[in-house]
């Protein structure tokens, strides 16, 4: 169809090539330049966040150690350091008391140091409750010194100052040695061949309730990847090892990209309290840098070393 003589072809609008071209060049141009102004806050945004981020990190991780320690039975806390490795062990305990003592002269069932087959005792005053409450397996030391003195070490392998739990009956706590069946190990010293030795009673008759011991892992590594692991489950180890070599140990990571710890123990037998050092430092690679990037923390605990 053809349009009336008197009639004009409407008028076609859009862009041309060239305008579309001048558009986009315009466009990237003003965005190259937008970019260059938010680049350096954009970057540091999320340099700050990663800081953070590493800080929380080790943060958590000391705190977490700090209230462990707290409950550390008295003269536990040992060292152990060799080559990039850092081992923080202690046996934590959850609950104490006062036991019956044979000098009491109050009946039969006071914890007795002389006699083997005395594998009984009663408590003195209230009995631990809820989740502080004696359970079977659990340890009973009394009066431990540290590693080194004899009768009084409760990682000791032989003899020594700890019993399991074998029955609780009220304020009645029956025990036995872990490593001889039927034997009281509070009664070894005296009983011991050829030379009895005197019997390490507590002054105070006080006794701790301990769980299993738990290890502090720190993996230096100065690339910025290694670890803090918590390790616990593999058992009380007269010398201090790397349980991360026990088969079925029980472990938890309590922080990665580590670059190092630090870990120290003073306590002098004079004292009533320890002071334990930590610090951790986390890294991660700089932006458009090959060096690292890093966060140090560091921590100082007082724990209880009275037996």
């Known amino acids: 169809m053809t349009s009336p003589p008197n009639q004009r072809p409407g008028r076609q609008h859009g862009f041309t090539l060239v305008e579309a071209i001048v558009v986009m060049v315009v466009t990237a141009i003003l965005a190259g330049t937008t970019v260059m102004f938010i680049r350096r806050p954009v970057q540091s945004y999320v340099d700050n966040a990663a800081r953070a981020d590493m800080g929380d990190v080790a943060e958590l ?3 977490r150690m ?3 320690l707290h409950t550390a039975l008295p003269n536990s ?3 152990s350091v060799a080559g990039n490795l850092s081992l923080l062990e202690f046996i934590p305990t959850k609950a104490g008391g006062l036991y019956l ?3 009491d002269n109050a009946g039969p069932n006071s914890l007795s140091f002389t006699q083997a087959n005395r594998l009984s005792f009663d408590i003195v005053g209230p009995v631990p409750s809820g989740a502080y409450a004696i359970a079977v397996g659990d340890s009973i030391v009394v009066y431990n010194l540290g590693t080194g003195f004899v009768d009084a070490d409760a990682y000791a392998n032989v003899g020594g100052n700890r019993a399991t739990v074998t029955a609780v009956n009220g304020s009645t706590i029956g025990f036995v040695d872990p490593y ?5 190990p509070f009664a070894n010293a ?3 061949a050829p030379t009895p030795r005197v019997p390490n ?3 105070d008759h006080r006794f701790n309730v301990a769980t299993t011991p738990v290890t502090f892992a720190c993996v230096n590594d100065a690339a910025g990847r290694g670890t803090l692991t918590r390790y616990w489950n593999y058992g009380f180890q007269a010398a201090q090892i790397d349980p991360s070599a026990v088969a079925n140990v029980s472990r938890a990571l309590m922080g990665s990209n580590v670059l190092g710890c630090q870990f120290t ?3 002098a037998a004079n004292q009533h309290t320890g002071l334990i050092g930590m610090s951790i430092s986390l890294a991660r690679p700089a932006p458009g840098n090959a060096a690292l990037e890093t966060v140090t923390l560091a921590h100082q605990i007082h724990v209880n070393n009275t037996p």
Request: aromatic share 4%.
């Open 61 to 63: 991780a000391l705190r």
């Open 265 to 267: 123990v003073a306590a």
């Open 190 to 192: 005296f009983n011991a």
């Open 101 to 103: 003592a044979v000098e």
């Open 77 to 79: 806390i040992r060292l």
């Open 66 to 68: 700090a209230r462990e």
């Open 180 to 184: 001889a069946a039927n034997n009281n």
């Open 201 to 203: 009673t507590s002054p």
